[in-house]
């Protein structure tokens, strides 16, 4: 049980700066159910050790979950809150008491938890000091791997935006080739409807003059027609006329040749 409860341990440590007093450093380990704190000037320590039994009550006392109440609790110590007002005064028989506020639903509250010197005060604060020094290196083994991710990262960018870049020409000299290509044929097919309605405008103009040379043929011929045929009949009536005249000649030496007899 305990070694499942300190695999889910959390750890904080708060540089608690209050007026008029050193800054102070409150280390917190925090459990689903309970937690513990210590806190050191750099002389003297004291610890607080707050039993599932106590937060269940303190959470009671609130309203609240106990997984609330750790969580607010750790919140307000792992960084100092602005707005909260954070004391540690004496309790008597050299006890502490450590106190900070906050706002729920628009009141100001204030917890309080009370603190005993510690037997060992030098073995606290080096422990104090010893997470702390864990803390910077880890952070800055942290920030060792931030800078070589971001400067991964970071040639990464440039090397997409080389090959952006590259595609984005490529795209414009595509899209200008085909555009050149296309306008081509374009151009071409443009120039060949301009020949194919030349034509077709060459052969209706063409077939319209043959049309009209027609039309005045006809009507020629049937000029001429007309013509001939009114000589035709004058002729005719000229023929009529002489022949009339010969006849009555003919008649009259006839009939004195009758009387001779």
């Known amino acids: 049980m305990e070694s499942s409860s300190t695999a889910t341990a959390r750890h904080t440590c708060l540089k ?23 806190v050191t000037d750099g002389l003297r320590a004291w610890l607080c050790n707050a039993t599932e039994e106590e937060v269940q009550e303190r959470a009671a006392q ?24 954070y004391q540690f005064v004496d309790a008597g028989d050299d006890h502490k008491r450590l106190s ?5 639903e628009g009141t100001k509250l204030e917890w309080r938890w009370k603190f005993q010197p510690s037997n060992d005060s030098r073995k606290i604060t080096a422990g104090i000091l010893d997470f702390l020094m ?28 080389e090959q952006s870049e590259r595609f984005t020409n490529e795209k414009m000299e595509f899209e200008s080739e085909i555009y050149a290509k296309f306008l081509g044929v374009l151009n071409s097919k443009k120039a060949k409807l301009r020949e194919l309605r030349d034509q077709l405008s060459k052969q209706e103009i063409a077939g319209k ?13 049937s000029y001429h027609s007309g013509s001939n045929a009114e000589e035709s ?12 005249k010969d006849i009555p000649a003919g008649r ?9 007899k």
């Open 16 to 38: 608690l700066e209050i007026p008029s007093t050193d800054p102070l450093f409150v280390k917190g380990t925090w459990f689903d159910t309970h937690f513990h704190l210590s």
């Open 62 to 85: 609130w309203d609240q979950p106990v997984a609330e109440y750790i969580e607010l609790a750790e919140r307000y110590l792992e960084f100092q809150q602005p707005g909260s007002v």
């Open 100 to 104: 900070w506020t906050f706002e729920r």
């Open 134 to 161: 864990d803390a910077n290196i880890n952070l800055s083994e942290e920030v060792v791997r931030k800078t070589q991710s971001f400067e991964k990262l970071k040639l990464e960018a440039e090397k997409c935006l």
């Open 209 to 221: 003059a043959s049309v009209d040379e027609e039309e005045s043929t006809d009507k020629t011929e």
């Open 233 to 244: 009949e004058e002729e005719a009536d000229k023929k009529i006329t002489s022949s009339s």
């Open 252 to 260: 009259g030496r006839g009939r004195k040749r009758a009387t001779r």
